[in-house]
Antibody, heavy 119, light 107 residues
Framework: QVQLVQSGAEVKKPGASVKVSCKAS????????IHWLRQAPGQRPEWMGW????????RYSQKFQGRLTITKDTGASTAYMELDSLISEDTAVYYC????????????WGQGTMVNVSS | DIQMTQSPSTLSASVGDRVTITCRAS??????LAWYQQKPGKAPKLLVY???TLETGVPSRFSGSGSGTDFTLTISSLQPDDFATYYC?????????FGQGTNLDIK
């Protein structure tokens, strides 16, 4: 079945970086865009950015421009999200999701990765 | 940026009830609206896309309607598995915002 499996929980200090992986299975990886979203405790989900898994083009929310990098390894059917210069307000569950090419519809989600930023 | 506002924020209902959740966009998003269901500790699950198209496998008691700025999600007869938080999301224009959520709980 179609599945997105994310890497495990992370604890980081302020100023550090975090890199989360998202491995896809059950479908052709480059036929769908991969999105990254996050959800702080008790808050609504927030779209962060996407990667076109066919041509590698990325688009980022202005909020994260300059400290967010989304990459892919097509051979491994895996996408990555790296967020730099972490602050406590970055504490959240980070999700990858799949959607039709170059749209922000999310039809399959990963299980989520908790990132806790604390000194 | 387009803002999404849901109402109500909390809704108490009983099994078998018909419930409606509304979502309003700050400007027209045509039909580019999705509804998601989220349970505690789980990822959101897509229920409806393009405002009114039911995702494969979603029970027919769920339905969506609307276009432009005003949208609704209706559950025709609540089942125990439906008590959860529901979010709308616009996917016409950056920043692809979500509504603040509607927590549907048992009366």
């Amino acid at each position: 079945q179609v599945q997105l499996v994310q890497s495990g929980a992370e604890v980081k200090k302020p100023g550090a970086s975090v890199k989360v992986s998202c491995k896809a299975s059950g479908y052709t990886f480059f036929s769908y865009t991969i999105h990254w979203l996050r959800q702080a405790p008790g808050q609504r989900p927030e779209w962060m950015g996407w990667i076109n898994t066919d041509n590698g083009n990325t688009r980022y929310s202005q909020k994260f421009q300059g400290r967010l990098t989304i990459t892919k390894d097509t051979g491994a059917s895996t996408a990555y999200m790296e967020l730099d210069s972490l602050i406590s307000e970055d504490t959240a569950v980070y999700y990858c999701s799949r959607g039709p090419v170059d749209t922000a519809l999310n039809d399959v989600w990963g299980q989520g990765t908790m990132v806790n930023v604390s000194s | 940026d387009i803002q999404m506002t849901q109402s109500p924020s909390t809704l108490s209902a009983s099994v078998g009830d018909r419930v409606t959740i509304t979502c309003r966009a700050s400007q027209s998003i045509n039909k580019w609206l999705a509804w998601y269901q989220q349970k505690p500790g789980k990822a959101p699950k897509l229920l409806v896309y393009d405002a009114s198209t039911l995702e494969t496998g979603v029970p027919s008691r769920f339905s969506g309607s609307g276009s432009g700025t005003d949208f609704t999600l209706t559950i025709s007869s609540l089942q125990p598995d439906d008590f959860a938080t529901y979010y709308c999301q616009q996917y016409q224009t950056y920043s692809f915002a979500f509504g603040q959520g509607t927590n549907l709980d048992i009366k």
